[in-house]
Nanobody, 127 residues
Framework: QVQLVESGGGLVQAGGSLRLSCAGS????????VGWFRQAPGKEREFVAA??????????YYADSVKGRFAISRDNAKNTVYLQMNSLQPDDTAVYYCAARPPGRWSWTRTNDYDYWGQGTQVTVSS
């Protein structure tokens, strides 16, 4: 079993920045990749970014809509993944979720390839 807890959401003006954290726990967490997704009211949950977890594999993945503005990183010692969000826009307003992906899954961007989810943290960007 893997547990995930997000933090760091809040209200920010357009052009501002926030850093989200995803703290993971559980015996097998160190073998999982971690992704961030978001869901705005009335919309489907969408992929934002992901990072492979293995020490020998530092690959990262981003949705086109956040490339160049968001950065995902990990701190293996703290079992924590971060999402640094810069140049935030009102369209970034959503509940942000982190999720854990077991090794060997086919996709990094599909929700179905992630087995464990956090409770979500609200990000609101005002214009």
């Amino acid at each position: 079993q893997v547990q995930l807890v997000e933090s760091g959401g809040g209200l920010v003006q357009a052009g501002g920045s926030l850093r989200l954290s995803c703290a993971g726990s559980g015996r097998t967490f160190s073998t999982y990749g971690v992704g961030w997704f978001r869901q705005a009211p009335g919309k489907e949950r969408e992929f934002v970014a992901a990072v492979a977890w293995n020490l020998s594999d530092a690959r990262t993945y981003y949705a086109d809509s956040v490339k160049g503005r968001f950065a995902i990183s990990r701190d293996n010692a703290k079992n924590t993944v971060y999402l640094q969000m810069n140049s935030l826009q009102p369209d970034d307003t959503a509940v942000y979720y982190c999720a854990a992906r077991p090794p060997g899954r086919w996709s990094w961007t599909r929700t179905n390839d992630y087995d464990y989810w956090g409770q979500g943290t609200q990000v609101t960007v005002s214009s």
